[in-house]
């Protein structure tokens, strides 16, 4: 069985600090990776996706992945309380279907 | 923008009944997607297709049907709904290997 694990929180961080949210997964053939925000009674939006070594940055959202050590992060800077939501990391597996596996995802709560 | 629409927001039966959840998605993407979210489960593949009339079982098909006649189209289908299959129901399409679309979802209950 292939695994996406998160740590299921809540993340506390006060407005203005860096959230960050951690992501491990078990196929190490993995090349495709994705985090979503999901807001309460609402269905989960793509915030950056990351296919290769590195970090991808994109406004105040940076993606980090290491294939050797098989985690993928997401860096939310100068965290506001608009960012508190559910945070779902997505690893896509290659082949003829590309069906993803979600993490349980990680409850983000920023404070003022 | 990508559009992935679903015929209901929240719907209610009762035990027994066959229900039919619709998504329409209008950007030609191949493969579709339905989900149930649970509090504490996370999202669970139900059944997904990557081409017309092609499906394929997720982790928890048991329960349920689905049908793609039309590219655009991916139905789910609860044969007799039971009250175990009380969740929100997602549905989402995507190119091969890049991001999922999500639609509104639906929250069912089955009394």
């Known amino acids: 069985q292939k695994e996406v694990e998160q740590n299921s929180g809540p993340l506390s961080v006060p407005e203005g600090a860096i959230a960050s949210l951690n992501c491990t997964y078990s196929?190490?053939?993995?090349?495709?990776f994705f985090w979503y925000r999901q807001y309460s009674g609402k269905s989960p939006e793509l915030i950056m996706s990351?296919?290769?070594?590195g970090d991808k940055e994109d406004g105040r959202f940076t993606a980090q992945l290491n294939k050797a050590s098989q985690y993928v992060s997401l860096l939310i800077r100068d965290s506001q309380p608009s960012d508190s939501a559910t945070y779902l990391c997505?690893?896509?597996?290659?082949?003829?279907?590309?069906?993803?596996?979600f993490g349980r995802g990680t409850s983000l709560i920023v404070h003022p | 923008d990508v559009k992935v629409t679903q015929s209901s927001r929240y719907l209610v039966k009762r035990t027994g009944e066959k229900v039919f959840l619709e998504c329409v998605q209008d950007?030609?993407?191949?493969?579709m997607f339905w989900y149930r979210q649970d509090p504490g489960l996370g999202l669970r593949l139900i059944y997904f297709?990557?081409?017309?009339?092609?499906?394929e079982k997720g982790d928890i098909p048991e329960g349920y049907s689905v049908s793609r006649e039309k590219k655009e189209r991916f139905s789910l289908i609860l044969e007799s709904a039971s009250t175990n299959q009380t969740s929100m129901y997602l549905c989402?399409?995507?190119?091969?290997?890049?991001?999922?679309?999500f639609g509104p979802g639906t929250r069912l209950t089955v009394l």
């Open positions: 989402a399409s995507s190119e091969r290997g890049n991001e999922q679309f």
């Open positions: 196929d190490r053939v993995s090349q495709s």
């Open positions: 990351i296919y290769s070594n």
């Open positions: 997505a690893v896509n597996r290659p082949g003829g279907s590309y069906i993803p596996t």
């Open positions: 950007m030609d993407h191949e493969n």
């Open positions: 297709s990557y081409d017309v009339k092609m499906k």
